[in-house]
């Protein structure tokens, strides 16, 4: 009979309990104790909403407090050697070392680096191992989680992140390959197992994502020895899991891995079963991943019936694609959406129910039928709706020139009337958009939105605090100022609130990284501008000051990726409708005297397809969209962009046929290593490399920042190089962003002295 399971729960909490329990205990309001029995809180409820939902087995060890590929590196004593110290006098404190970094007076360290987990807007913390590297297991965190479930009566399933793919996300302190380590990690992988047994685990799911990406011969033969060798161990059975794609041209090396289960992604590659199946042992059983676990709209039911149906026999459980991580918890939570929009959606509880229903009618269920006959109904309406289309937006979009995409001047022709127009010194300074979103901001936004304030008194609160803003950064002797974007929620969010085709929820939070959430906005129809969105802002900072003042907007790919997408068209169709929208809003900003426009798109490598043969189509649609954003303006306005916490090296090229004028980009926690691009590939326009991780609350000194200024000047000329932090500051306080922000244009004035000296 087949079951229902999930891979993993959203771990932040409905009401985002886990973020306001982490940041109490960082500000030293609460002790430890508190965040624990948070955690231990939020995991049952977790367990107990998703058995109610349907689930026969249920996940765990899919919790963590910051991230679980930290988790795994810390499980197995990977802790680089400047926090070993710290995490043996606390392991507590130590964990959060390496996730934020540490300056405790008697320490400064920088936290691990940070980049995308696949194509989905999750971060996860690079590991870093060393050249001899020694792995143990430490701590008994998945033991501890599966026996508070059993101590429940509940069915767990340990998760671990699999040997092979772990390998692959970290990095070797030495540069050399993290493979080269798998022999000295495999014991302690087979120790665990051997444990997770002994507590009573029947089944372990190793986590190997890697397999749906392009891989070569180390790569294969890499796990042919890791899962022979876990094969010898006395461990649960083992279910092997991907998602996120296809296995491709890896099905054959997956499906014969000595595993008795294999979990396969049928939403974004529902082809793959006809191809797994045939190759699949006879003593193996498999995980339908179909239901999507990246989205939030109810599923297709008949398909993924079909697809089970095919399956037959070998078919043990019903699942999503992957960890519900990336959706939010429960759509009960929400009264407030309209009423066609929310029956189309589904959450994580919903689409545990949604796999309930399908293994019902499997068994011949006439309730399930039923329901499924309902299920489709809606599903057609949703399809057939007119909320979805609007016949102006696809009349502009079928007018679309390749002209429109193209500035009218090559970049050494723009640059010259740009510095001209904007009079800057050599390494200007910036930032990249907000200042601290401070508790009292907050307030005022919350009092605004439940009515507690008039819209005068708001305005008037906002206008104060942009006015300090900019005095600030006067004060610091910054050169190109931002307003500080007091009145925005989230980057994207803000910009979907203003445009038409988007719609908003009130619980429906996913986790970024950390404590940080987001709540992705609803992409469900054709998108249209109605009215300017930022130009009053902008106009009114820069009437406040001769220094130029930045418009800046959210770039069309960040808007698309960073949404949850409606799925009835390509995503390539909606991208190029933000486009247009955000095409009037530049040339509207330029028309206002707004002489700097910045364009952020920081999801441009995280949309980048898993697979190489699949890159040029999308970085094809994905620069043309930015460019028809960005490229009707004339040349005496500067475009800038700003990309972070990705590895964009390989995509480099890419980056420069977006043609804008400067480009800031996250480098200081991987310390310029993204600038090894630039070696092999000379940049033509300005680059501002970040020298400031504001994802930590450490406080970089300026020696430190001239340092990274000095390497970067090793692969760029003075001319191109701009000073700016990795990303904006809106989650920091004011405290250190002074203090850092000094640093900054201090580091930049020396570096324009030296360079004055050595031209004497």
């Known amino acids: 009979m087949i079951s229902v399971t999930h891979l993993g729960f959203p771990r932040i909490g409905a009401r985002r309990e886990l973020k306001l329990a982490l940041e109490s205990f960082w500000k030293g309001d609460t002790p430890a104790q508190a965040l624990h029995d948070t955690a231990h809180g939020l995991r049952e409820r977790h367990w107990q909403l998703a058995r109610q939902a349907g689930a026969d087995v249920v996940p765990c060890n899919d919790f963590s407090l910051y991230d679980h590929v930290l988790d795994t590196a810390v499980l197995f004593d990977a802790i680089p050697a400047p926090y070993r110290e710290v995490y043996d006098e606390n392991p507590l404190t130590g964990y959060f070392a390496l996730a934020r970094g540490l300056q405790d007076g008697r320490r400064d360290l920088h936290a691990l680096e940070m980049t995308k987990w696949f194509d989905t807007n999750y971060h996860y913390l690079v590991p870093q191992f060393e050249r001899d590297q020694r792995f143990v297991l430490r701590g008994d965190k998945p033991l501890a989680e599966l026996a508070q479930a059993r101590a429940l009566g509940i069915r767990a399933r340990p998760v671990l992140l699999g040997p092979v793919s772990f390998l692959k996300l970290g990095k070797r302190s030495d540069g050399g390959d993290p493979r080269e380590l798998l022999d000295a990690l495999l014991p302690a992988y087979a120790e665990l197992l051997g444990k997770l047994k002994a507590a009573g685990a029947e089944w372990v799911q190793l986590d190997e994502p890697a397999l749906v990406l392009d891989l070569d011969d180390d790569d294969r033969d890499a796990y042919r020895r890791a899962y022979a060798a876990l094969a010898e161990a006395d461990a649960p059975q083992r279910l092997l899991t991907t998602y996120f794609g296809g296995l491709g041209d890896n099905a054959a090396l997956a499906a014969r891995l000595p595993v008795q289960g294999l979990h396969v992604d049928l939403v974004r590659a529902p082809q793959q079963l006809e191809s797994v199946l045939p190759l699949l042992p006879d003593d193996r059983v498999l995980s339908l991943g179909v239901v999507d676990g990246r989205n939030i709209w109810r599923a297709d039911l008949d398909a993924a019936l079909s697809l089970a149906r095919r399956a037959g026999d070998r078919a043990h459980w019903l699942a999503p694609s992957c960890s519900l991580l990336h959706v939010p918890t429960d759509l009960e939570l929400e009264r407030k959406l309209p009423a066609p929009l929310r029956h189309w959606m589904a959450y994580a509880r919903q689409k545990i129910e949604e796999l309930r229903l399908l293994a019902d009618a499997l068994t011949g269920s006439a309730d399930a039928n039923r329901d499924l006959a309902t299920a489709a109904s809606a599903r057609a309406a949703r399809l057939a709706s007119p909320l979805l289309r609007n016949a102006e937006v696809r009349k502009r979009l079928a007018a679309v020139e390749p002209a429109m995409t193209r500035r009218a001047s090559p970049y050494p022709q723009r640059a010259k009337v740009q510095a001209q127009r904007l009079g800057l010194p050599l390494f200007p300074t910036t930032t990249i958009g907000s200042f601290p979103q401070t508790a009292e901001v907050r307030r005022a936004r919350a009092e605004h939105k439940a009515g507690k304030i008039d819209d005068a008194a708001y305005r008037t609160f906002l206008e104060n605090e942009t006015k300090l803003c900019l005095r600030e950064q006067e004060a610091l002797g910054i050169d190109v100022l931002v307003h500080g974007e007091f009145e925005r929620n989230d980057m994207v969010e803000y910009f979907g609130e203003q445009l038409d085709g988007f719609a908003f929820t009130a619980h429906g939070w996913v986790q970024s990284y950390g404590s940080r959430c987001v709540k992705p906005p609803v992409l469900f129809g054709d998108v249209v501008r109605p009215q300017a969105m930022t130009v009053d802002w902008t106009r009114y900072a820069q009437a406040q000051t001769q220094r130029p003042v930045k418009g800046m907007l959210t770039g069309p790919v960040t808007i698309l990726q960073w949404s949850f997408v409606r799925d009835d068209q390509p995503r390539a169709d909606s991208c190029r409708q933000i486009a247009l929208a955000l095409r009037q809003e530049v040339l509207d900003l330029e028309a206002a005297g707004i002489a700097i426009v910045q364009i952020d798109e920081p999801a441009l490598r995280e949309g980048l397809p898993l697979r190489r043969a699949d890159w040029p189509a999308y970085l094809s649609w994905a620069g043309e969209s930015f460019r028809l954003a960005a490229s ?102 004011w405290p250190e962003v002074r203090s850092a922000l000094r640093a900054m244009v201090q580091s930049a004035r020396g570096l324009r002295e030296q360079v004055a000296a050595e031209v004497d």
């Open 632 to 733: 009707g303006v004339g040349d005496a306005t500067q475009i800038h962009t700003h990309m972070c916490y990705a590895e964009f090296n390989d995509i480099i090229e890419a980056v420069a046929a977006l043609d804008a004028d400067v480009i800031s980009i996250e480098t200081s926690r991987s310390r310029m290593e993204l600038l090894d691009a630039f070696v092999r590939y000379r940049y033509p326009n300005g680059i501002g490399p970040g020298v400031y991780d504001i994802h930590s609350p450490r406080v970089p000194s300026e020696t430190e920042m001239r340092d990274l200024l000095d390497k970067a000047l090793d692969v760029l000329e003075p001319a191109q190089l701009w000073v700016n932090p990795d990303c904006g500051l809106k989650t920091r306080g």
